[in-house]
């Protein structure tokens, strides 16, 4: 009886085999009959379980036991593996039209960003970038800020923890707060005639909101050469306004004005505002009812920001710019919440393709 049932057990492995992987229905339901049913294989040799002598049925029933439940679970997966795959193929309809691909519209910030770019580029501006983690000789030393300044304070400033190759600590590395250290690393590494803009990210530790970001972008601007004077800085930053912000004033002339500022890296520096867009001067919520919009900070080089770079203030003299990127495209989208411009929502992307 044993060797019968070894038979079977062959007979059984070669039919599934047989089958294969994804066999038809047809050919499962013959596995079936030929050995599952009342009158298969199996049962016959379970009846005949009888005729064995009493002391041999425990071994010779598992070993039945054994090859029936083979059988039994391989013919439920396989059953299972067909139904699967008919469930799919009715979901397949070759005659569909295919799926448009969607294309990412650019993201309004860096809309805003090429737009300025391809205005300074024009003006023979280069594009250099420097990187979003700094050390405070870049982001501050350099840039002529006092030791105790409160841009420095950890209130403004992302410090992180950093170690030298020694293991030694460090507490000078920073997420730059603006671009303005890209012109230092401009100035130790070519030399003038030096003309280039330089977008990027930026970090401070603000409380976000509707208006604020704990990080954003800005554009920065620097042009050393000899003899560059406040006249060339008004003259560029006048011609880019009239270029970027013209189209948006509806046929109206853009007026602007300088106002005199502080910045440490810069003497002296001003703050420029253009009408305001929105309500052509006449006041509105957005400029705050002055009728001006204030669009960048600049001035010319501090000696001292020359000569950290480098460069000796006695021969050459240079003007420096920065702005804000995302409040000018917060005007231009209309968007009334800075966050928007960070969700990721695509709805927001596809309304400014
Ligand atoms: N770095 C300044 C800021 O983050 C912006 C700025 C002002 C940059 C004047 C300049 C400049 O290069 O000359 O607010």
């Not at 030791?147 to 923890?161: K, V």
Request: aromatic letters at 8%.
């Amino acid at each position: 009886m044993l060797n019968e049932i070894t038979q079977l057990r062959t007979i059984i492995e070669q039919d599934l085999q047989a089958l294969g992987v994804a066999p038809s229905k047809d050919h499962l339901e013959q596995f079936r009959l030929k050995h599952l049913v009342r009158k298969g294989t199996l049962a016959e040799l379970t009846e005949r379980l009888r005729d064995v002598p009493k002391e041999d049925k425990p071994a010779v029933g598992k070993e039945l036991n054994v090859l029936k439940t083979l059988a039994e679970s391989e013919f439920k997966r396989l059953s299972e593996e067909i139904s699967v795959e008919a469930a799919s193929a009715s979901t397949l309809d070759l005659t569909l039209p295919g799926r448009r691909l969607r294309h990412a519209p650019k993201h309004p910030i860096n809309q805003t960003l090429d737009e300025m770019l391809a205005i300074f580029n024009r003006m023979g501006f280069a594009i250099a970038e420097g990187p979003e983690i700094e050390d405070d000789l870049h982001n501050f030393e350099a840039l002529n800020f006092p030791p105790d300044h409160p841009a420095r304070d950890m209130q403004d400033t992302f410090f992180m923890e950093a170690t030298n190759r020694d293991g030694s600590k460090r507490d000078d590395v920073l997420l730059r707060t603006h671009t303005s250290p890209v012109q230092v690393r401009l100035m130790q590494s070519q030399k003038p005639p030096i003309r280039a803009i330089m977008p990027g990210r930026v970090y401070r530790n603000e409380a976000i909101s509707a208006r604020s970001l704990a990080e954003f972008h800005q554009l920065e601007g620097l042009y050393v050469d000899k003899n560059v004077s406040l006249a060339e800085l008004k003259g560029t930053l006048v011609s880019f306004a009239q270029q970027f912000y013209g189209p948006m004033l509806g046929g109206k002339e853009l007026k602007y004005r300088f106002r005199p500022s502080f910045f440490p890296f810069t003497e002296p520096s001003a703050e420029m505002d253009i009408t305001c867009f929105l309500c052509g001067g006449k006041g509105c919520r957005i400029c705050k009812y002055a009728g001006w919009l204030e669009i960048l900070g600049c001035g010319m080089v501090h000696p001292n920001v020359l000569k950290a770079g480098g460069i000796d203030p006695e021969e050459y003299s240079g003007f420096a710019w920065g702005m804000g990127i995302e409040r000018v495209t917060l005007l231009r989208t209309g968007l009334d919440d800075i966050r928007l411009l960070y969700d990721n929502d695509v709805r927001i992307l596809e309304q400014f393709a």
